[in-house]
Structures are given as C-alpha cells and as structure tokens.
C-alpha cells in the first residue's frame, strides 16, 4: 500500500523520502555512483530484454551517460549526493522516475521526440 501510495504523489516529500529509502541501498544518507549502477543496470536488462524480442526496439544509453544526467539533475560535484542535495535540485521525482522505473525512464530519455511528435500533432 505504502508503494502504491509513493507511486501516486512522486512530488511529496513524503514519498520522496519513501524512495530515497530504497535508494540508499546501503543507510549512509547519500545515494552514489554504485548505487546508480545498480539500479541502472535494472533498467537496462529490461529493455535489452524487450529488444531481443523486437530488434527494432528501444536501446538504452550507456551506464556513463546515464550516471552524468543523474549527477547533473541532482546537482552532484562528488559523484554523490545525499537526499536534502536531490530536493533542493528540483529534479528528485526525475531521478526517482530515472532509477526505478523502466517506462519513466524511457519518457525521460526520449522526452524530445515526444514533444516534438505532440507539437507536430498540434499543427493538424
């Protein structure tokens, strides 16, 4: 139930710290690269997964250029950043979203063509 209700209100500081929880895999109050790994190598197999189905599928970025978004949403120098950092970034629900959720992922990193394709829908 917990889940459910962190799922629905993703912008609450509530549900933020619900997931940072789950982030901080190893209780020290700071989420790093290790962690990102992990929880991005989740993300990957998913897709990898799908695209040995669908060979013109959706392939995920590497490992690094997902690291450096994550680090530059959170507002990390250190290759690190603990949970008051991710608030005060503004960019928590999407780094959240980015780790934990395979679709989320795949709307935040092609975020571009589908607002390119809602304004080409506008246009007719």
Same mark, same amino acid.
């Given at each position: ?78 290759? !690190? ?7 005060? !970034? ?35």
């Amino acid at each position: 139930m917990e889940l459910v209700i962190a799922l629905q209100y993703r912008t609450s500081l509530p549900s933020l710290r619900y997931f940072w929880a789950v982030l901080d895999l190893r209780g020290r109050g700071e989420v790093g690269e290790e962690e990102i790994r992990i929880f991005y190598q989740q993300i990957f197999d998913i897709w990898q997964n799908i695209a040995r189905n669908n060979p013109e599928g959706y392939i995920p970025p590497p490992l690094n250029d997902v690291m450096i978004e994550i680090l530059d949403l959170a507002k990390s120098s250190t290759g !690190s950043f603990t949970f008051q950092q991710l608030v005060e !970034s503004g960019n928590a629900e999407i780094v959240i979203t980015i780790l934990t959720d395979a679709i989320g992922f795949w709307r935040h990193d092609n975020r571009e063509a589908l607002a390119q394709a809602l304004e080409d829908d506008e246009m007719w």
